[in-house]
C-alpha cells in the first residue's frame, strides 16, 4: 500500500510540474502578444538599428564633403590656371605716335596714308635695340611693308608681331627669352625712325595696350 501512495504522490507531483511550466510559457506568450499589440518597443535592437543607420548616413554625407571639396579645389585650380595673362613689356622705349585703331581711318606719317591701324606705331632713336615682348619662337620673318617684320608666337594664343626692323639677330623657329634684342630699329627714307608693335590672340589683332605692363 505503501508503495502505491508514494507512486501516486510522485506522479502528482510530476504533473504540477508540468502544469507549472505550461502555465509560465503560456504567461510568456500573452505577455509577448501583449508587447505587440501595445506598440512595444525593443530600445536594444532599434537603438542598434538607427544608430547604424546614422553612422552609415554619416558616412555618405562625409564622402560627399570630401567629393565637393575636392572638386572645388580642382575648379580653383583650372580658375587660377585660365586666369593667368601673359606679362608683355613694349618692344622699344619710345612715345606711341599711331594707337591701335582698327575701324578708325587715321593719318599714318610714316606710311604716309590714312588707314586703319591694327598695330601701334613707336618712336625711337635709329639703331635702337627692338626686344621680345615676351617668351616665345620665332614664327615668321619677312619683308612687310616697312623694312623686316617679325612674328613670335607665345603661349595661350598670343602672337606679337614687329615690323621696319633691321640688322636682325634672330631666325626662324628659334626660341627667344622675353627682352631678348630681336635687331635694331630702322631708319624709313632717311629721316623716321620706329617699330609698328602688334600683338594677335587666337589670329585677330587686339590693342595691346590690353596686355603690355
Partial sequence: MKKNFYVALMACFVVVIIASILIVDNSLDVSNQAKTQKGYVDLDKEFVDKNFESIQASTGQDKNIEMAEAEKVEEAEVSKKIEVKQE?????????????????VVY????????????????????????????????????????KTIEIEHENG??????????????EDE???????????????????????????????IDPKKVVN
Avoid: H, M, R
Avoid at 120 to 135: G, L, Q, R
Avoid at 191 to 200: A, E, I, L, T
Fill in 88 to 104: 608683355f613689356i613694349w618692344p622699344i622705349k619710345g612715345e606711341i605716335e599711331t594707337n591701335y585703331s582698327p575701324n578708325k
Fill in 175 to 205: 626660341f627667344v627669352e622675353k627682352n631678348e634684342a630681336l635687331g635694331k630699329v630702322n631708319q624709313l627714307d632717311g629721316q623716321y625712325n620706329f617699330v609698328k608693335f602688334g600683338v594677335k590672340k587666337d589670329g585677330k589683332y
Fill in 158 to 171: 598670343y602672337v606679337t608681331t614687329y615690323s621696319n626692323v633691321c640688322d636682325l639677330k634672330v631666325e
Fill in 108 to 147: 599714318d606719317k610714316f606710311l604716309d596714308q590714312y588707314t586703319g591701324e591694327e598695330e601701334v606705331s613707336i618712336t625711337a632713336n635709329k639703331d635702337d635695340d627692338v626686344v621680345a615682348a615676351e617668351e616665345g619662337t620665332i614664327l615668321k620673318i619677312f619683308d612687310g611693308v616697312v623694312g
